[in-house]
């Protein structure tokens, strides 16, 4: 797989319309080479694509923007907790926030990438059934709206991993994700909400809970993976998936409420197609419920680097792009 094929297809937008063509000799052949189309979204780079690097020290997280500059991205999307060893160095997150955020902002116009989202883990539980644990969990995560209002960025991502009974789950899902979601709307930040296991990764009922909420501001973060329900023995993480949402009817059921999309990708063929899922099945979904902004590169596999993985989903994103209707 080459994987400049990306950098490649890039160039070929910049030189040539979408419907151009360009006729070429060579040894006494003519053939016909065809500009490829502009995908109909933005790439960006999601850091937890890097956080292996990043957790065993071989990459500063301070210098995200950068690697992402580099590996030919236009915009990125940061993980809180790939911060949290830095942060814990300061007094408290306030003050580590405050020493943090300037550097990351000064990188990204350095280096010329869009700040787009981040991704909030580790703050508390949105849905937990107490509200006072509820209410601390809003609390919690607002620094970090503001500090993707400091960013430039247009939103974050929360989890919403409650109570095991379903009813209690819908209900304090909604009440947690709403105190959230207007304090976000106060920023003119987005809250958005990915199926990330559980209750969350049940679309329809995800779904449910954003339309009960009503706001323009709060949306999902359709993830092509991360559509397990339930894990061996009751596990939220690394345990084998035991029942699993059907992923092209969960992205469907997610997108008319969708403010960011997340690729995940595991692992691909000699073909550079992604063995677990259709990617053109999705695609041609989420371009069907009009979506145009920023579409995030994650790479979750073991059988390529970090470094091949993202370029390689890279690549398969404006690969798929070209053939959908």
């Not at 995200?64 to 030919?72: C, D, L, N, P, S």
């Not at 993830?223 to 596990?235: H, K, M, Q, S, V």
């Not at 073909?271 to 099945?281: I, R, V």
Request: proline share 3%; net charge negative; glycine share 6%.
């Amino acid at each position: 797989m080459n994987v400049k094929l990306a950098l490649t297809a890039l160039f070929a937008v910049a030189v040539f319309s979408c419907k151009s063509e360009k006729k070429t000799e060579k040894n006494s052949n003519e053939s016909v080479v065809v500009a490829q189309k502009q995908p109909f979204f933005k790439i960006s780079l999601a850091q937890w694509s890097l956080n292996e690097a990043i957790r065993n020290g071989e990459m500063n997280p301070l210098d995200f923007a950068e690697k992402a500059h580099e590996m030919g991205f236009e915009g990125i999307e940061y993980v809180s907790q790939l911060y949290t060893p830095m942060m814990e160095t300061y007094d408290n997150d306030q003050v580590a926030l405050d020493s943090i955020l300037p550097k990351l902002k000064a990188k990204s116009a350095e280096f010329e990438v869009e700040n787009v989202l981040i991704m909030v883990d580790g703050e508390g539980n949105l849905a937990a059934e107490s509200e006072s644990e509820r209410d601390q969990a809003v609390e919690d995560h607002k620094k970090w709206v503001d500090a993707a209002k400091y960013l430039g960025c247009h939103a974050i991502r929360v989890n919403l991993i409650g109570s095991p009974d379903r009813e209690i789950w819908k209900n304090s899902a909604i009440d947690g994700l709403k105190k959230l979601a207007e304090y976000g709307a106060s920023q003119n930040i987005e809250v958005t909400v990915e199926n990330h296991g559980g209750y969350s990764s049940d679309a329809a009922l995800l779904m449910e809970v954003i339309n009960a909420i009503d706001m323009d501001n709060c949306g999902t973060l359709p993830d092509f993976g991360n559509f397990c329900l339930e894990r061996e023995n009751g596990e939220m993480w690394g345990a084998p998936c035991v029942k699993e949402y059907d992923k092209y009817k969960g992205i469907a059921e997610l997108m008319p409420k969708a403010l960011a999309v997340s690729a995940k990708t595991y692992d691909f063929n000699e073909a550079g197609e992604e063995t677990s899922m259709d990617f053109t099945k999705i695609l041609q979904t989420v371009k069907d419920a009009g979506y145009t902004d920023f579409i995030g590169v994650e790479y979750e596999g073991e059988n390529h680097t970090p470094e091949e993985g993202i370029m390689l989903t890279k690549e398969l994103l404006i690969n798929t792009a070209q053939n959908l209707k």
